[in-house]
């Protein structure tokens, strides 16, 4: 027997360890590491067939799925309003520092216009026409 | 979204066919090809499955959380939340055959986000509880191999661990894990295969080997 065919066979329930060990012999010697495989899954099995929950787990999660306020708690939209957001809706609109008189030297200043500097164009000649050979002809 | 047509306990689906659990009722998965994505609230009789499924591998989900907090109320604290998370996103489930994978996915998820939380109860992490003296009873040392190995199982893909989780934890054999994750046989096999070539390669497992063989 083939050594997957051999896995296939332990893993649905066929096979015992000790069965797919005596199947290893001649050709089949090659799929030997399939034992360590093997070994991992009975460890597995023998360590973890017996762990259990606390009592009543299960039942109290079908409770929380089935009771009847989730409705109205899972579900809701989140509408709840923080404490700061209270406060800022009682308070009314404003805007720090917006009821403050403007100084008269700041008002003028505020109406000249500032004008930016008109751009200097420059002309791209120059460094098209750069040259790239030398005096003597050579390039650089 | 292509419509399901039901054939005995096959759904075929465009080209695919997806093999039906027999334990999801006709109602239940008319609701989730038909009406999941238009009620916001899934109905009763929708959330009564899903109580009903998730209670009877109730165990599966426990050892995800247990995996993680090493505490048995910190993992029931875990799994409820998730429970709840899953409830608000029932209507995104398209393959209801798939519940028991999807549900796995978001425990971990929730016990991944609870870890990283500095606000949540759980205040162990896994280094502490790892690094923690065990006591010489025969109880605690096989309960301190059980959150080892429940910790390698956890560092495993989603899709390996769910396979090896099923298999350790329930002692299903390949048609059951097949079953019960709506997979084909072969893909069950191809992933508990390299699950289990890669927790045989594991210290913790070598160690447990050594102690008791």
């Known amino acids: 027997m083939k050594g997957r065919d051999l896995l296939r066979d332990y893993l649905a329930g066929h096979l015992t360890r000790e069965d797919a060990q005596r199947e290893l012999t001649g050709r089949a010697k090659e799929s030997r590491h399939l034992l360590p495989i093997m070994d991992a899954d009975r460890h597995g099995r023998h360590f973890l067939s017996d762990l259990q929950p606390p009592e009543g787990a299960a039942e109290r999660l079908t409770q929380v799925i089935l009771s009847p306020d989730l409705s109205s708690n899972v579900f809701r939209e989140n509408t709840q309003v923080g404490r700061l957001q209270k406060i800022f809706d009682l308070m009314p609109f404003d805007v720090v520092g917006a009821g403050r008189p403007v100084s008269k030297s700041k008002s003028k200043r505020s109406k000249i216009k500032k004008v930016a500097p008109a751009r200097i164009r420059r002309s791209n000649r120059k460094t098209a026409n750069r040259k790239t050979t030398n005096k003597k002809g050579k390039r650089k | ?213």
């Open chain 2, 1 to 213: 979204m292509p419509s399901l047509r039901l054939q005995g306990d096959r759904v075929s689906k465009g080209h695919e066919e997806i093999r039906i659990s027999p334990d999801i009722p006709e109602k239940v998965s008319e609701w989730f090809s038909t009406a999941a994505t238009a009620d916001r609230i899934p109905p009763f009789f929708v959330r009564e499955w899903l109580g009903q499924v998730l209670q009877e591998n109730y165990r599966l989900f426990y050892g995800i959380g247990y995996g993680y907090f090493h505490d048995p109320s910190y993992a029931e604290d875990a799994v409820q939340s998730a429970a709840l998370k899953a409830l608000q996103r029932l209507r995104q489930l398209k393959q209801p055959q798939t519940v028991l994978a999807w549900f796995a996915s978001i425990t971990r998820n929730t016990c991944l986000d609870l870890l990283r939380n500095p606000n949540s109860r759980a205040a162990e992490s896994l280094d502490e509880v790892s690094c923690s003296p065990a006591s010489n009873s025969i109880d605690q040392v096989r309960i301190d191999w059980q959150r080892k190995l429940l910790v390698e199982i956890n560092k495993l893909p989603e899709n390996q661990a769910i396979v090896v989780r099923l298999r350790f934890l329930d002692d299903c054999d390949l048609g059951e894990i097949a079953e019960r994750l709506g997979l084909r046989k072969n893909t069950v096999e191809v992933r508990l295969h390299r699950a289990l070539e890669k927790l045989s390669h594991s210290p913790c497992l070598r160690a447990l080997k050594e102690e008791y063989l």
